[in-house]
């Protein structure tokens, strides 16, 4: 619609002005209204009740068919052209339309209801000066808005003041990044002064000049000013739309942008029409066939011309013609008749068909038990019925990490302390004991002040605790003080903890559990429960993170008076800096944190240093005068940090496992298998992504080299890209190979594809946000798809929403190959709109993915299921149903071509007209049906075991354009042998009592008869999965056939309508006659027995994966799923830091005037340990093809090849 406006305004001259900078005032509506700035709604749906019925019949009649029928139903109201009546088409076409139109309204509405819900939300706006409650709709820009705990932010708002010391709050931004751990934002000190004061909120009037609306989610340049002094405003200064307010009792805002302009929208991307690619290829051959339909029509219109010329001039004495009718006009018009005469070779029933078969297979996907999640009660859901068979094509899976491979929830697992590691449990001979739920937890009802969720296994480590060793002491000493998390104490003894990151949370609780409780904090001490008893240290300097660091430091002074410093981070860093009394020590803890990585932990290093009292003065002095410098004051603190973290004491190492969701792994094995390539796109650090990337085993240690993408220039960029490139491939070529075709509705669409390049082994890719932004630049976009393209994972972190779209678009536009993205969160839904198919998880962020997905569901690991089952069985049933209705269809209409030949090209039907009416929508429209609903050629667990069986799809070996010529092909040849073997065993034949059967009547029964049983016996053949509807439909269609015959043809019938049922008696005069079934009988074997013979030797010869499947299904049974044994991975590689907190957070916690004394209220759990259970219903563990050693050992499993 869009497009239609712009169009109009640009032939009356007017052309929408681009925005260039946003300028408001604060409380002054009529100043920021003369903008025409957007107001606060937003809308996700495509029509409303005036446009509906318009768009909707445009868009339906793009698709070429139901343009070809409309002008079939014109050609049908001409009298002299037709030669059967208008509605026989009109009827059908009526009935495809309303059913597409129904669904689109249907789905349509569904989103009006979403938008409704979101702009119906209530929202506190200071209006003439006092809070009135208001829509989210009605919102403009300019207002000043109240937001309290909890809330989501309304619009992008500038924040004003808030009810927390310095005017900070707590934002979640998991809708927009994915990331659920708290943000920390901070309003400027001359609006902060405001408070709570409506008065003073009311006399605000600050104006904003701001950058105009944009996608940039991490970035925003403004200025405010107030009473003629201008401030900066930058991103921690905006709450942006799709936040959530947390632990902040209230906040005031100034809305910026509203609605379609706040950032959450501007990455929406645009709800595109999505179709197959076997829609657009039954485009391409609809148009194709109006060509042959025409080739054939003009052909016989010759045809007829010759005919009257030569011999209908002997005719015109007994049937004179029509005045002014000549050979030329006849011909003309016999044109148009052929053309209504033949038009079954596109018949409108196929477009019926293929919407029942869709709806069909979605009613599987939502009825799928193996598929529904008990614990959220959680069924999936195709939201679509027009994609299903494009999952059985994927070739690209995109996926967030966050919410839809990791559950989002940290838990502290292992640690070694001292040289011991714990967290294992080992039997008697010492081998590992898998844990599970039923596994033994250890008892922390010793400590009053324990987190009740937390979960550990072993006991040693309680025990070694509460004995007092020194060293398991010092390392829980050192979790309980070197962190910045914020505490809560609703009640005495009831804690919650404000971690900035779930790891932070996952540590602190750790040490809690284990009898070190951090219980308070003041910008100088840090009050913990050491083992029962109070303990205040007091904060004497915080050495903050930052990326380049990745570590923390504390240093404290105990109660007896000694200063310690205590650090964790990196274990690489730490190690650097240990004193050299550790060297023994640092391999033992080396060895424990090689085992966590290779289990895909995250590990953490912890040591200590003590310090001396006369130090530590210069120091400080030292430190204040590098904080307070006006030049290279970064570069002097980090010098002084350095000089105080060296020769620490090593106390040990923390591993964290970022908790999978229950499959992960296995089920990207199983893809990998199915050759899907799969990329991470994420939103969160590298360090992160990294280790997420080898739990999943998307990374791994025998890959022969990642590459890491992190500069900072695109001339950098594309240094790293190539110098990746060259050492994967030497021998490419410096360009890339760009192969340029046409395709598409009358070959306008220009296609670019990028050759795939052979490499030997196994790489991987990890790409920074800022350098994705240079690499999807035009000059780069290329290098950066190919050097992606030959990795066997590619992992894109700190990416914005748009990124994200921008990388599936790149693959769909190079590629030509059908991808799928899949998501759970509002940062997400560019992502799943712009691949073929978008999957939204239901995840902890929100429904703004499942929303604007094709399909959801609960778990990553049901992913499989719908590729490898539903997937693939969906594209083999509408192949095969497309390739019989195109064979049964060309055959039905080239008897009529042959027949041409034999009555004077004068468009008369070979057939009797009701047995046409029937053939599609009666006689063969229910035995395909069965077959495309019920078919498979192998069961789902046998589709598990072998995944190889996928690939047919994604090359699409079953309906191509070869494939239809060979139908074509095919269909010729029965034609051919469907007229003339009845047609010469019809001449001169006699009946037993010496009548004559050579009639016109008794030939259209024996052609229509045989052209039936043989697309039977062929329907059959094509038949892998019988049961007992199939058996129904095929037989009860021929039992119908003879039924309606019979009676069509009987007496009773020709004398109440005589004119319309004229075959009186043909049946039982025919079908009594031996030679008549001799006939069918001959007719059917020579039709068949070609095609069997082809089949055994192409079998024989080619097998395919799946002749090769089918084969081993039928010579053995299925062996039980084997369930997994745990497997212990090494690894040399271990995570970096991955904490996710920002840099300078350490000075709030330290700030004088961070931490006042406020009364205890309800907030909120910030970081709750919840301890995530696999579901009740048994993950699935399917056994795949073995490798080519393990197939020696079991003969019994390998494929048979003939």
């Known amino acids: 619609m869009g497009l239609v406006t712009s169009y109009f305004g640009q032939l009356c001259g007017k052309e929408e002005k681009r ?56 050609l049908q109201l001409i009298p002299q052209v ?37 702009n119906n939300r209530i929202v506190s706006v200071l209006i003439d000066g006092e809070l009135k409650n208001e829509k989210w ?74 950058e105009p609306p944009n996608n940039r989610l991490d970035k925003f340049k403004g200025t405010l000013t107030v009473n003629q002094q201008t401030y900066a405003l930058d991103n921690d200064k905006v709450l942006l739309r799709g936040c959530t307010l947390r632990n902040t009792e209230w906040c005031f805002g100034l809305v910026i942008f509203g609605g379609p302009d706040t950032k959450l929208m501007q990455n929406s991307g645009k709800t595109t029409f999505k179709r197959t690619s076997i829609d657009h290829l039954m485009n391409v051959l609809v148009l194709c066939i109006f060509g042959f339909l025409a080739s054939m029509c003009t052909v016989l219109a010759i045809g007829n011309a010759i005919w009257e010329v030569r011999e209908g001039s002997v005719f015109t004495v007994f049937l004179p013609r029509e005045p002014g009718v000549n050979a030329a006009l006849s011909s003309f018009l016999s044109f148009w008749s052929y053309v209504i005469v033949l038009n079954t070779v596109v018949p409108i029933s196929l477009y019926v068909s293929v919407e029942i078969i869709r709806l069909g297979n979605s009613f599987y996907i939502d009825w799928d038990r193996k598929m529904y999640y008990p614990k959220s009660d959680t069924p999936a859901q195709a939201r679509t019925t027009t994609l299903n068979e494009e999952l059985g094509q994927i070739k690209y899976i995109f996926s967030d990490k966050t919410g839809t491979l990791t559950q989002n929830i940290m838990t502290f697992n292992k640690c070694s302390i001292n040289g011991k590691a714990y967290g294992e449990l080992l039997d008697f001979s010492g081998q590992r004991v898998e844990i599970t739920e039923k596994t033994e937890r250890v008892d922390f009802s010793w400590n009053q002040l324990a987190d009740p969720k937390f979960t550990f296994h072993d006991h040693t480590l309680v025990k070694t605790v509460r004995e007092g060793n020194p060293e398991a002491q010092a390392f829980f000493r050192l979790l309980a003080l070197c962190h910045t998390v914020m505490p809560e104490e609703k009640k005495e003894g009831e804690l919650f903890y404000q971690a900035q990151s779930p790891d932070e949370g996952a540590l602190v609780t750790a040490a809690r559990n284990f009898g070190f409780v951090f219980r308070s904090r003041t ?49 690489t860093i730490i190690f650097e800096r240990l004193h050299p009394s550790c060297n023994k020590l640092k391999e033992v803890t080396t060895e424990h944190l090689n085992e966590y990585a290779g289990d895909g932990l995250r590990t953490l290093a912890l040591a200590y240093k003590d310090l001396d009292e006369s130090y530590m003065e210069d120091w400080k002095r030292r430190h204040h005068e590098a904080s307070t410098a006006m030049d290279g004051r970064e570069e002097r603190l980090d010098e002084l940090y350095e000089e105080m973290e060296k020769d620490m004491l090593l106390l040990g190492a923390t591993a964290v496992e970022d908790k999978l969701q229950d499959g992960v792994p296995q089920t990207i094995e199983q893809l990998a298998k199915a050759d899907i390539k799969i990329w991470v796109l994420t939103g969160d650090k590298q360090e992160t992504a990294e280790n997420i990337g080898y739990s999943c085993n998307m990374l791994r240690e025998e890959m022969k080299e990642i590459f890491i993408v992190g500069a900072n220039t695109a001339e950098g960029v594309k240094e790293e890209l190539q110098n990746a490139r060259r050492k994967m491939c030497p021998e490419a070529a410096d360009e890339p190979e760009v192969i340029q075709s046409r395709a598409g509705l009358f070959w306008l669409k220009k296609t670019e594809n990028v050759q795939d390049e052979k490499v030997d082994g196994e790489y991987a890719l990890i790409i920074n946000g800022h350098s994705l932004a240079f690499a999807l630049e035009k000059n780069l976009q ?51 709109k712009a691949a073929h198919i978008g999957v939204g998880i239901s995840g902890q962020e929100g429904m703004q993915a499942v929303l604007s997905s094709d399909y959801s569901f609960a778990q990553f690991r049901y992913l499989q299921r719908l590729l490898l089952v539903h997937g693939r069985w969906s594209y ?12 049964k269809n060309f055959t039905f209409t080239f008897v009529h071509f042959w027949y041409a030949f034999f009555c004077g090209f004068s468009a008369q039907t070979v057939y009797d007209e009701w047995f046409i009416t029937l ?80 009639d016109y009547q008794s030939f259209a029964l024996l052609a229509q008869t045989c052209l039936l049983v043989v697309m039977n016996i062929q329907l059959c053949l094509d038949t892998h999965y019988w049961t007992a509807v199939n058996q129904f439909f095929v037989w009860g269609s021929l039992a119908a056939y003879f039924a309606i015959t019979f009676t069509m043809y009987s007496n009773g019938m020709f004398l109440i309508f005589t004119s319309i049922f004229p075959f009186v008696g043909t049946a039982r005069n025919s079908l009594n006659q031996p030679n008549v079934w001799l006939t069918i009988f001959l007719t059917s074997l020579l039709c068949i027995l070609p095609v069997v013979a082809f089949r055994f030797i192409l079998i024989q010869l080619q097998p395919t994966i799946n002749d090769k499947v089918r084969q081993k299904v039928r010579k053995e049974e299925l062996p039980a799923p084997a369930p997994r044994k745990p497997r212990r991975r090494i690894s040399t590689r271990r995570s970096g830091y991955a904490f996710s907190h920002t840099q300078g957070y350490g000075d709030l916690v330290t700030s004088r005037r961070f931490l006042l004394k406020l009364p205890l209220r309800t907030r909120p759990v910030l970081f709750s340990q919840t301890d995530s259970p696999f579901a009740e219903n048994q993950p699935q563990h399917y056994r795949t093809i073995a490798e080519e050693g ?9 494929v048979r090849k003939d």
């Open 19 to 74: 925005e260039e900078e946003r300028r408001l005032r604060a409380n002054d509506r009529p100043f920021n209204l003369s903008y025409l700035y957007a107001n606060n709604a937003i809308k996700t749906s495509k029509y409303n009740i005036f446009t509906f019925l318009p768009l909707n019949l445009f868009e339906q009649f793009r698709r070429l068919a139901n343009a070809y029928f409309l002008f079939l139903m014109v």
């Open 82 to 118: 037709s030669s059967l009546s208008w509605f026989t088409t009109a009827v059908p076409l009526l009935l495809v339309l309303s059913m597409t139109a129904v669904k689109d309204a249907s789905d349509d509405f569904n989103r009006h209801k979403s938008d409704n819900q979101v």
């Open 137 to 210: 709709m009605d919102v403009q820009v300019g207002d000043i808005i109240k937001l309290e705990n909890n809330q989501f932010v309304t619009a992008d708002l500038l924040l004003l003041s808030s009810s927390e010391p310095l005017n900070l709050v707590y934002v979640e931004t998991a809708e927009l990044d994915g990331e659920t751990n708290l943000k920390v934002k901070q309003a400027l000190t001359v609006t902060g002064e405001m408070g709570g004061s409506i008065d003073a909120l009311a006399g605000f009037n600050g104006e904003v000049r701001s």
């Open 523 to 571: 910008p100088e001490t840090i009050t913990a429960w050491e083992m029962g008893k109070q303990v205040t240290y007091e904060l004497l300097a915080v050495l903050d993170f930052n990326n380049v660091r990745k570590r923390m430091s504390v240093i404290v002074r105990c109660p007896d008076g000694k200063m310690t410093l205590f650090c964790k981070g990196a274990d």
């Open 782 to 832: 290329l290098e950066l798809l190919r050097t992606a393209c030959m990795c066997q994972t590619v992992i894109c972190c700190r990416v914005t929403p748009l990124q994200k779209a921008q990388v599936v678009q790149l693959v769909k536009k190079y590629k030509q190959a059908v991808t799928l993205a899949i998501g759970d969160g509002a940062n997400d839904v560019s992502m799943i």
């Open 876 to 887: 083999l049933r509408m192949c095969k149903f497309l390739r019989y209705f195109f064979y």
């Open 919 to 998: 053939y599609n929508l009666v006689y063969t429209a229910l035995p395909v049906l069965g077959m495309s609903l019920f078919d498979q050629d192998v069961n789902d667990r046998w589709s598990f075991q072998y995944p190889q069986l996928y690939s047919p799809g994604q090359l699409n070996l079953y309906f191509s354009k070869k494939a239809f010529v060979r139908c074509m092909m095919h269909s010729c040849y029965s034609s051919l042998i469907l007229f003339f073997i009845p047609w010469a065993a019809m001449q001169d034949t006699v009946r037993d009592d010496g009548k004559d059967i050579a």
């Open 1190 to 1198: 393990e197939e020696s050992q079991r003969p019994s499993q390998e």
